[in-house]
């Protein structure tokens, strides 16, 4: 998917570019997250444990699959999916960095991941987050996203959301 600034491509989950991102994306959640309860921020230790605990290799064929986004041609942001049966994709992963916010980029996260769980035969995207991701939940409810009750457990996750795609 292509707009005027944007362009958002399948990628591996496995290439430099993903697993750049990814330690970005856990740096920035685990930060916000330790700032909230603890006043600090997250330690190196504590970032490459939530690497290993949360792992994201399953974003790939035949589990998933994982989106890169580029703003300019600037890697910019990301998003996976994880088939969870064969009507229904789970949300993860969504990041922007942060020089990008603010840029439409969550939006085109977003609009590539309803084309590509279509494509996979999906007609329901779910997901979890925290309620301290207020940015992420605004997203979320302002491209369709509806509150739904909680689908699994996980230490994070604190609100779920429903989307049928059409």
Known sequence: M?????????ASVK???ALGLLREYFVDVADRYFLLHDGRR??????????VDSPSHDLAPPTGVFLLGWHEGELAGCAGLRLQDNRTVELTRVFV???FRGTGGGRALLA??????RNLGATRIILDTRLDLTEARTLYTRTGYQEIPAYKQDKYAEIWYSKPLV
């Open 2 to 10: 292509t707009s005027d600034e944007w362009s958002v491509e399948l």
């Open 15 to 17: 290439s430099p570019e």
């Open 112 to 117: 590539a991941v309803d084309q590509t769980a």
């Open 42 to 51: 997250a330690t190196p230790e504590e970032i490459e444990t939530a690497l």
């Open 97 to 99: 960095r942060p020089a």
